[in-house]
């Protein structure tokens, strides 16, 4: 089973994600994420066995997580993946969103689990995916300085 930690957004927040999505003049070149699938990553692990995740869940719902229920957004920007522009809304790396993300790291490492780290990790909401690597400046001003809330943790 594919696995990756993260923050699930409101339904509200998963709203108004959606309406920059209908708004943004990119549906014929983009290929949007459903709004249901909205969320912030904390972690990708990829592949692991039902024995690994049972184990991996239960050390994570042993911890005493940092508070972290809004998010703010930076800006829009994109970033490249097997030939193809990934749009995403940009979040703020919080103190608190940044110990979450430290903590799942550990585990994963203890636990001897894959992760993936491949790239700068930075704080994102994965919008849509398309490859004209021209389009986020048009964009920008649409959804910056945006307020986002999350509801719960999300394997």
Not at 6 to 29: A, I, V
Not at 36 to 44: D, E, I, P, S, V
Not at 58 to 79: A, N, P, V
Not at 86 to 107: D, G
């Given at each position: 089973?594919?696995?990756?930690?993260?923050y699930?957004?409101?339904?509200?927040?998963?709203n108004?994600?959606?309406?920059?999505?209908?708004?943004s003049?990119l549906?014929?070149?983009?290929?949007?994420?459903?709004?249901?699938?909205f969320h912030?990553?904390?972690?990708?692990?990829?592949?692991?066995?039902?024995?690994q995740l049972?184990k991996?869940?239960e050390?994570?719902?042993?911890?005493?997580?940092?508070?972290?229920?809004?998010?703010q957004?930076?800006?829009?920007?994109?970033?490249?993946?097997?030939n193809?522009?990934?749009i995403?809304?940009?979040?703020?790396?919080?103190p608190?969103?940044?110990?979450?993300?430290?903590?799942?790291?550990s585990?994963?490492?203890?636990?001897?689990?894959?992760?993936?780290?491949?790239?700068n990790w930075k704080?994102?909401?994965?919008?849509?995916?398309?490859k004209?690597?021209?389009i986020e400046?048009?964009?920008?001003?649409?959804i910056?300085?945006?307020?986002?809330?999350?509801?719960?943790?999300?394997?």
């Amino acid at each position: 089973m594919r696995v990756f930690i993260g923050y699930k957004l409101t339904k509200m927040s998963c709203n108004q994600l959606e309406k920059w999505q209908c708004e943004s003049g990119l549906s014929s070149t983009a290929k949007f994420v459903l709004p249901k699938n909205f969320h912030l990553t904390l972690l990708y692990n990829g592949e692991l066995t039902p024995e690994q995740l049972e184990k991996y869940l239960e050390k994570l719902h042993k911890q005493q997580w940092e508070k972290y229920e809004e998010c703010q957004i930076l800006g829009l920007t994109t970033f490249t993946k097997k030939n193809q522009h990934i749009i995403v809304a940009e979040v703020e790396n919080t103190p608190a969103l940044q110990a979450n993300r430290e903590y799942i790291r550990s585990i994963s490492e203890e636990l001897k689990l894959p992760f993936s780290d491949e790239y700068n990790w930075k704080p994102h909401i994965t919008l849509a995916r398309q490859k004209d690597e021209k389009i986020e400046k048009k964009f920008q001003k649409k959804i910056q300085n945006d307020k986002f809330k999350f509801n719960c943790f999300h394997i």
